[in-house]
Every structure is written in structure tokens, then in C-alpha cells.
């Protein structure tokens, strides 16, 4: 009788959305994100200690980008083969390793050393926390992703303020003071994986539709949906590329502010890039994740288009609207081609989080080179055409119709 009702309770618990699970698991990704973001807010002191190039600080940015899009797609396949509860802790290991080298690291080769350790732990830290997020969902998967990226979005707002007011002032070894951060994320993660070991496992078995156990989509219509996808993050990332990593020398060089104005305009950005995923993954619950990317995606044609024409006040203005319509597209995104490949959760997050780490960091060091020969301004002109990349959506097929209606 008490293995009945043990049985019974797991399969009530496996409907609920745990959302104690889901603020741990968002909390530690603000950590890790705030930590991996101060890699590219130290850019301009970086650039003026070591004498680097825009080709450089571009190398140093493919260099954390490029670790962490490799490995993450691995991770994402073996974890789904086999679950390691416990990774969770040892990718935050990774990075604390990488932050306390970035903060002593006293030659360039060093700092890109630091960069790899860093997207190392982010290779580990992304698709395990995506299946995590999906465990303690509920069902409530847009919503499940969302509240795990807003972590890592706030994290990434976060990092710039810390720069501008902490490190950039106490120069690059000051670094090192968050690494206590970095031992809190690891014991949080740790208790993570006791509730993932002891519960997480069975919330990821096939669901049960209409008596029968979900079928994935042809697999034709899989391969045209995912390429469609990867397309989509190539234009957002790219775009977020030249936001991300050179936002605070477009402003420096084209208004000529402080440092410190260019990091809290920096912030803005990226708060609105926070506030876009939040609302992103619910209204992909609600109407249906192939509208969400499609306006997400093509929606902000209009605001890049005019942000190289505007003064530093709509600067600020149109990057509000940029950040947050651009943002809101990668949980419908992640959620979308988890249900086209059920059963693939760990290595659906490792191809999107790694395609869109990768996407980050080659656009990182494609757009350092071409700022290096043409100007930034240039390159803000021609990376303003990129969402046009988004009327690909119009081939994603609708097969996310039934959940929407449930909705």
C-alpha cells in the first residue's frame, strides 16, 4: 500500500511546476552569466593595459564563445544518455577557476586561457540547467525557460554596473572578489542536483496524448524546422554580438562618453534584454511559439534599422525595444525544438545554447575585424539588416497548435 502511494504522489508531484527548483536554478544562472559578463565589460581596460586591437578583444570573446558552443552540444547528448545530477557544480567550478585566472592573468595568452575555463563552465552550467528547468516545469515549459534565462539576462545586466563601479576602479585583480559568488552558485547547485537525482529524472519521461506516448514529427519536417531555427539565432546573435561586445566603443567613439556612461547604457540594454525573455516563454505558452519568433525575431527591423541615425538620447531609446524584442524569442525558441525532438531535452539545449554561444562568439571576432578596417559606425549600419533573416519563420511548421489550444 505505501509503494502505491508512493507511486501515486510522484506522479501528482511530476505535474506540478516546482518553482523552488526553478528560482535556484534561475539564481545560479544570474551568477554565472554576472561572472562570464564581466570577461567583456573589462574590454576597454583590457584593451588600454595589454594594447589590444578590436581583432584581439574580437579573439578573446570567439575564444570563451567558441569553448562553450563546442561542448555544449556534447554534454546535452551524453547527459541525455546519461543523467549527471551533480555536473550542475563542477561546470561552476569551471568558471571560478577561469574568473580567479582573469583576475591575476598577466599576459594575453593567459586571458584567453581564462575566457576558455569560463565557457567550459557555461558549456556544463547551460543545457543541464534547460533540462532542469523543463523537470520542474509542469508543463509550463515557455514559462520554465523563461524564468531560468531572466536569471542569466539579469546576471549579464548586472556584470557592466559591477565593472563600471567596482573593478574598473580597482583595477583587473578585483576580479577575484567574486569568486565567493562563484562557491555559493556551486553549493546551491549541489542541493540542485539531490532534488534532480532524487526527482527530476522521472518528470522527463514521454508524455501521454490521447491514451498514446507522443510521437515526434516526421523527420523531414524536423530538419527543415531546425535549420529555420539555427538561421534565426545566427541573425539575433550576430546582432547581439555587435551590441554586447561593442556597444560601449560605438558610443565612446561616436558621442565620445566616459567609460563608465558607455557600462550604464550598457546596462539599459541588457535590462531590456532580461525583461523580453520574462515575457517571452509565456506568451509562447499562451498563442504559440512559432508566432512569438517570428515577431521577436522580424519585430525589430524597424528600431535597428534606425538606431545608427539616432542621436545618444534615442540611442538609448530604440536599444530598449532592440533588447527586449530580440530576447523574447530564444525561450519559444529552446521550448519549440524540444517538443519537435522529445526525449532529446539535454541535447536540444546544447545545440541551441552552444549554435548561439558559437554565433556569439564568431560574430564577436567577424565584427572586430570588419570595425578594425571600415570604423564601428560602419558596422552598426550593416548589421542593422540582419533581423530580415527572420521571414525564414514563415517555414516553421505549427506544431505547437494542440498546446496552445490547451492553453
Not at 586571458?111 to 565557457?119: E, F, P, V, Y
Request: with cysteine.
Amino acid at each position: 500500500m505505501s509503494e502505491a502511494t508512493a507511486t501515486l504522489s510522484r506522479a501528482e508531484n511530476a505535474g506540478r511546476t516546482t518553482f523552488s527548483i526553478l528560482a535556484a536554478i534561475s539564481f545560479c544562472h544570474l551568477l554565472n552569466d554576472m561572472m562570464q559578463s564581466l570577461l567583456p565589460a573589462l574590454y576597454p581596460m583590457l584593451k588600454g593595459t595589454y594594447a589590444l586591437s578590436f581583432g584581439q578583444i574580437g579573439l578573446l570573446t570567439f575564444t570563451f564563445q567558441l569553448t562553450a558552443s563546442l561542448l555544449q552540444p556534447i554534454v546535452g547528448v551524453f547527459t541525455d544518455r546519461s543523467p549527471r545530477p551533480y555536473s550542475l557544480a563542477v561546470g561552476m567550478g569551471f568558471t571560478l577557476v577561469g574568473l580567479v585566472l582573469l583576475a591575476f592573468a598577466g599576459n594575453y595568452g593567459l586571458l584567453l586561457l581564462a575566457a576558455a575555463l569560463i565557457g567550459t563552465g557555461s558549456s556544463v552550467f547551460h543545457p543541464e540547467s534547460s533540462r532542469v528547468a523543463r523537470m520542474a516545469s509542469g508543463g509550463k515549459h515557455g514559462l520554465a525557460q523563461s524564468v531560468f534565462q531572466v536569471g542569466g539576462n539579469v546576471g549579464s545586466a548586472v556584470g557592466p554596473l559591477l565593472a563600471a563601479f567596482i573593478v574598473l576602479p580597482r583595477g583587473q585583480s578585483s576580479v577575484a572578489w567574486f569568486s565567493g559568488a562563484a562557491m555559493l552558485g556551486m553549493f546551491v547547485l549541489f542541493n540542485v542536483g539531490h532534488w534532480y537525482k532524487a526527482h527530476g529524472v522521472a518528470r522527463l519521461k514521454p508524455r501521454i496524448v490521447d491514451g498514446k506516448v507522443e510521437v515526434a514529427p516526421r523527420r523531414k519536417e524536423v530538419t527543415v524546422a531546425i535549420a529555420v531555427l539555427l538561421a534565426l539565432i545566427f541573425s539575433k546573435y550576430f546582432y547581439l554580438a555587435s551590441l554586447s561586445s561593442y556597444y560601449t566603443f560605438y558610443l565612446i567613439n561616436r558621442f565620445q562618453v566616459s567609460v563608465q556612461s558607455a557600462q550604464l547604457h550598457l546596462f539599459l540594454f541588457l535590462a531590456a534584454v532580461a525583461l523580453g525573455t520574462i515575457v517571452g516563454g509565456p506568451l509562447g505558452d499562451r498563442f504559440g511559439r512559432k508566432y512569438v519568433i517570428w515577431g521577436s525575431i522580424l519585430g525589430v527591423l524597424p528600431f535597428t534599422l534606425l538606431l545608427p541615425h539616432a542621436n545618444l538620447f534615442w540611442t538609448g531609446v530604440l536599444t530598449v525595444p532592440i533588447g527586449m524584442i530580440l530576447a523574447s524569442a530564444f525561450p519559444a525558441i529552446v521550448v519549440y525544438a524540444q517538443e519537435l525532438m522529445p526525449g532529446r531535452t539535454g541535447t536540444v539545449a546544447g545545440l541551441f545554447f552552444g549554435f548561439a554561444f558559437g554565433m556569439g562568439g564568431i560574430g564577436a571576432a567577424v565584427l572586430g575585424k570588419l570595425a578594425d578596417a571600415v570604423g564601428i559606425d560602419l558596422v552598426y549600419e550593416m548589421c542593422a539588416f540582419l533581423p530580415l533573416i527572420g521571414l525564414l519563420a514563415a517555414f516553421l511548421p505549427n506544431v505547437d497548435k494542440r498546446e496552445a489550444r490547451k492553453s
